[in-house]
């Protein structure tokens, strides 16, 4: 049986659904599975490798094609269907092409408050397009971005996932200026910015080409808590401590001996009965025909 699924973009990406070849010419193939072979071997399990492989497939085309996909899917033994199914979930994995700098915009609720909302504004006005768009030079996809973990510096910008701190719309805007003059800044912390390309490469664990180059150091807002604990004296309870904190065997043992005479919480009577439901109905099947 065939099953056909189509790649839609992601509701807030305007454009068509996932496109392009559908397979590799053999050169590339052959170039790709040798990276690949690099990657696998690295897993107990060769289909754990598939979040780095399918970064490895962005490196060639800059998002996800079919062509990626069925690379995907052969060197690890699976269907089409099952990477399919993994790389629609994440989105890290593009479903349109990318520009040399995916330039991620946080709107989460800290960066949000902070000023990210006007910042991606600031950026749709100035670079002409909305965020999932691409400008025409090619440079910068604009989109916006969920938490980045990086609150304590907040709003955010990414660029191909290297962090922009305590960004203002002034200062993004500067920011995509000199991405798209071929100057392009140094992150706040990190190491210098690599094309989408080259980063997506970094992602699937193969050499990364600015290894070598100086990185900026952890910043104050980081280590505050480790400096203040250091001050105080402070440290973390001894690993044997913090076991014997936790329920033990015994715990769980008194804990369902004590409920598991228990009538099952009947339905909610929030919820009322609906016909045929196994969720409300007790003599509803659980499949229905
Ligand atoms: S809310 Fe923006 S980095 Fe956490």
Redesign the pocket.
Known sequence: MTVFLELGQRPDEPGPPIHGAKIYPAEVAARLAADAETVIARYPQSRSALLPLLHLVQSEDGCLTPAGIAFCAKQLGLTDAEVTAVATFYSMYRRTPTGEYLVGV?T?????IMG?DAILEALEDHLGVHAGQTTEDGKVTLEHVE?????D????VMVNWEFFDNQTPSSARDLVDGLRDGKPPMPTRGAPLCNFKETARVLAGLPDPQAAAAQTPTGDATLAGLRIAKERGMEAPAADAATDSHSGPDDEKVATEATKDQAAPAPSADVPAQPNEPETDPDATESKT
Do not use: E, K, R, S
């Open positions: 946080c989460n609720t800290l960066c949000a990210g938490c980045n973990a990086a609150c510096y907040a709003p955010v």
